[in-house]
């Protein structure tokens, strides 16, 4: 569509032009809109990273040897005690938090009856970290 102007140079003929100012400006406009929200449109690559804690770390628990040798006597730490002695000090242990871990190393002729006695008093103690030691069979 073309607009006719009122000077009487051209005669009352349409104008054959076309106005690029307006197209330009509005390019423009949406180069900035462009240039501004592109860095917006970046995806991110969502990392599940490690929560932080304030509070204070626990010890490592407390390692408790206890033996067992073929004519059955108890062994703490390396300190022979009677089966009495044994379950007083599992009640001690068994208070203690966080609960000491009971290494328990058994001869391997002694009767299972000294075994059992000793488990049965730990778990009445409410001591739960029971692990056995054993050796290795040797080729």
């Known amino acids: 569509m073309a607009f006719a102007s009122f000077d009487s140079k051209n005669g ?3 104008l054959a032009e076309i106005n690029m100012v307006p197209l330009i400006d509005v390019m423009l406009v949406l180069l900035v ?3 501004v929200t592109a860095p917006l449109l970046s995806h991110s690559v969502k990392i599940d990273l490690p929560k932080v804690s304030s509070q204070v770390d626990q010890p ?3 390692k408790i040897e206890f033996a ?3 004519s ?3 062994f703490w730490n390396g300190e022979a005690v009677e089966r ?3 379950a007083r000090r599992f009640e001690t242990e068994g208070q203690r938090q966080p609960q000491p871990e009971i290494h328990l ?3 391997r002729n002694v009767a299972y009856r000294f075994v ?3 488990l049965a008093d730990a778990s009445k103690a409410g001591l739960s970290k029971i692990g056995f030691v054993s050796e290795p069979e040797s080729k």
């Open 68 to 70: 067992i040798d073929a």
């Open 12 to 14: 009352g003929a349409p």
């Open 33 to 35: 809109i462009f240039i």
């Open 105 to 107: 190393k058994a001869d």
């Open 116 to 118: 059992a006695e000793t």
């Open 84 to 86: 009495a002695e044994a």
């Open 60 to 62: 490592p628990p407390q």
């Open 72 to 74: 059955g006597t108890l």
